[in-house]
Structure formats: structure tokens, C-alpha cells
């Protein structure tokens, strides 16, 4: 989807403030795709690169990942998933919370090129509960914790913390969850496969 040197300038590219520009870009990008129109999506990627590189902007970077994950069939684009993944664990290191949040729910899918691994899933959901208040965050941290996915990990004051703070933020399913699974009494599993999938069904 682009250049090579761009893809590397992107790799190496210094995180600051975010941009007004991302949205615009996307909404070209999805109207451009919708209709057919190949200047149209190219005016947005564009923009999406203004706010990458002159800008420096963590949405517009984290939004470039994604259309470098998906690729576009309207530009010919093939997905780049490696390329797409260096730049998301980038973004992890600047704690910028969608990153965050996304990366989080690969490791605990085991999706998307990555190894499954529940422990740095759980830290990375509380990292973006804590730093940046995400209550979808805290809502699946909640249930890591409280079906001990993480061995250890089972402290009822700090999961009461997390499926409170989700319920309070209307989260879909917490407050289910939270009368069925911590308030019952009686211990059950959700058993969730797929978390972006289960996630996506609410």
C-alpha cells in the first residue's frame, strides 16, 4: 500500500500529538472504497500520511497499521500483516490505548501473527484501564482475572475494582457477567474462543 520508504520512514517516525486530520482521512478512505473511487481513497491515504509523518500523529499511525493489516482490493493493496504488526507493538511502546487495547486482544486470541500469551495480555489491559481509563479494557481484564486465565491472578478486591469500573461505563456484557460469573456465588467459565469475535457478537 505504500512505498518502501515510507513503510521504513514510518518504522523509525517519532510519536507526539494526534491529529484532526485522521478522521477526515478515513471517511474519504470508506467513501472512496464504497463507491469505487481509487482518488478518492488516495486523497485519504494521503491525509493519513500527513498525519503520520509531518504531524506525527498516534491515530493516523495506528489507522496506517490497520489498512496495511486489511490491504485494499479497490487499490490493488496486498496485506501486510508483519509490516502492520511492527508498527502496532511501536505504538504499544508509547502506550497509545488503541494500540494497547488491540495488541492486548491478539495475545489473547492468539491471533494476527502473534503467540498467544495471557499474562502480557492481562498487563497490557490493565495499562490501558489505569493510564487511559478504558473500561472495555478493564472489563475483559475483570474476567482474565477472575477465571484465572493467569495463574495467581485472582484477587477479588482488583476484579470487583475492574467489573465495577466497566458496569459503571456501560460496557455490553459486564453487568451480565458480573451477576453471573462474580455475584452468583457459583464459579462458571464464559469460555470465550475468539475475544474480537465474542466482542464484536455484543
Do not use: C
Not at 28 to 52: H, N, P, T, Y
Not at 81 to 96: D, F, M
Not at 170 to 181: C, I, L, N, R
Amino acid at each position: 500500500m505504500i512505498k518502501n520508504f515510507l513503510i521504513t520512514a514510518l518504522l523509525i517516525a517519532q510519536f507526539s500529538t494526534a491529529s484532526p486530520l485522521t478522521d477526515g482521512a478515513l471517511r474519504l478512505i470508506q467513501i472512496g472504497s464504497e463507491i469505487g473511487s481509487r482518488d478518492i481513497v488516495m486523497r485519504g491515504q494521503s491525509l493519513l500520511m500527513k498525519g503520520a509523518f509531518d504531524l506525527n500523529d498516534f491515530d493516523a499511525i495506528y489507522e496506517t497499521s490497520k489498512q496495511m493489516r486489511y490491504g485494499n482490493t479497490l487499490m490493488g493493496y496486498q496485506p501486510q500483516p508483519r509490516v502492520a504488526n511492527e508498527i502496532l507493538i511501536k505504538l504499544v511502546r508509547q502506550s497509545h490505548d488503541p494500540a494497547l487495547y488491540d495488541y492486548a486482544l491478539y495475545l489473547l486470541d492468539g491471533k494476527g501473527g502473534f503467540v498467544k500469551n495471557d499474562f502480557l495480555a492481562l498487563n497490557l489491559f490493565e495499562e490501558s484501564f489505569e493510564v487511559h481509563g478504558n473500561a472495555d479494557a478493564a472489563f475483559i481484564a475483570a474476567v482474565i482475572r477472575n477465571e484465572s486465565l493467569v495463574p495467581g491472578t485472582k484477587d477479588e478486591r482488583r476484579i470487583g475494582e475492574l467489573i465495577t469500573f466497566a458496569v459503571l461505563n456501560k460496557v455490553k456484557g459486564a453487568s451480565e457477567y458480573q451477576a453471573q460469573y462474580i455475584d452468583s456465588g457459583h464459579w462458571r467459565s464464559l469460555n470465550v474462543r475468539y475475544w474480537k469475535d465474542w466482542l464484536a457478537s455484543q
